[in-house]
């Protein structure tokens, strides 16, 4: 290799080493202008951008409070609907336990009656129940509805049309102690029918574990219907 080719790669390793140099002091001396531009700003034009940030900052505050308080009242809305419509389950459960469309359990009595009875006697027995605080009343497992009658001579009764044998028992939601002592109190129904009818024996056991089927007919009005 001749000395004028070596001299000539070393002047272009030179001027490529001072191009590369002059790039990064052009970047450099861009970086400190872009840098220093607040510097050149006025006591007022910083006093005004500090305020125009503030004032950002002041809307952006209250934009959050806003949005934080619709977050507060969809869920509060929420909660209250969530709460409304588990009412509205529980209203329904305990409307269609009362009227015998669905099954009821719970504590009561289960009343055994052995002997024949007229119709116009177990319907006696149920109103007295009724009267008594019945929550709910089966008879030889037929749920007794508003509409349930007792009817037929003795030996021959039938509960909405279902014969009743001998013996036949009542299963009746309430409190137990409130119903037995109505039912077996001085002068009360049982004193009435053991003067009545006397070769018939009932028997008020109190139970804690009573379960009503509910009932078998259709409970839908024929003429009436809900007024507004």
């Not at 305990?94 to 009875?117: F, K, M, T």
């Not at 049309?161 to 309430?174: E, R, S, Y």
Request: aromatic letters at 2%; a negative charge; proline letters at 5%.
């Amino acid at each position: 290799m001749t000395a004028s080719l070596r001299d000539y790669r070393a002047q272009l390793t030179l001027a490529a080493v001072l191009l590369i140099l002059g790039f990064l002091l052009v970047v450099q001396l861009r970086s400190q202008s872009e840098g220093s531009a607040l510097e050149r700003l006025s006591t007022q034009d910083l006093t005004l951008l500090v305020a125009n940030v503030n004032a950002r900052n002041d809307q952006l505050r209250v934009e959050v409070a806003d949005l934080e308080s619709q977050l507060a009242r969809v869920r509060a809305a929420a909660g209250s609907g969530e709460q409304s419509a588990s009412q509205l389950r529980a209203d329904t459960s305990r409307d269609r336990i009362w009227s015998g469309l669905a099954a009821a359990q719970g504590p009561g009595v289960r009343i055994e009656v052995a002997g024949r009875l007229p119709g116009s006697a177990v319907q006696d027995l149920l109103n007295e129940l009724r009267n008594a605080g019945a929550e709910a009343i089966a008879v030889s497992g037929i749920r007794v509805v508003a509409s349930t009658v007792a009817i037929g001579d003795p030996g021959a009764v039938t509960v909405d049309g279902v014969p009743l044998t001998d013996p036949f028992a009542l299963d009746v939601l309430g409190d137990p102690n409130a119903l037995a002592g109505s039912l077996t109190r001085a002068g009360g129904i049982i004193a009435l029918f053991a003067a009545t009818f006397p070769e018939v024996r009932l028997t008020v056991i109190p139970r804690g574990d009573l379960v009503l089927p509910a009932t078998t007919r259709d409970l839908a009005p024929a003429h009436g219907a809900p007024g507004l």
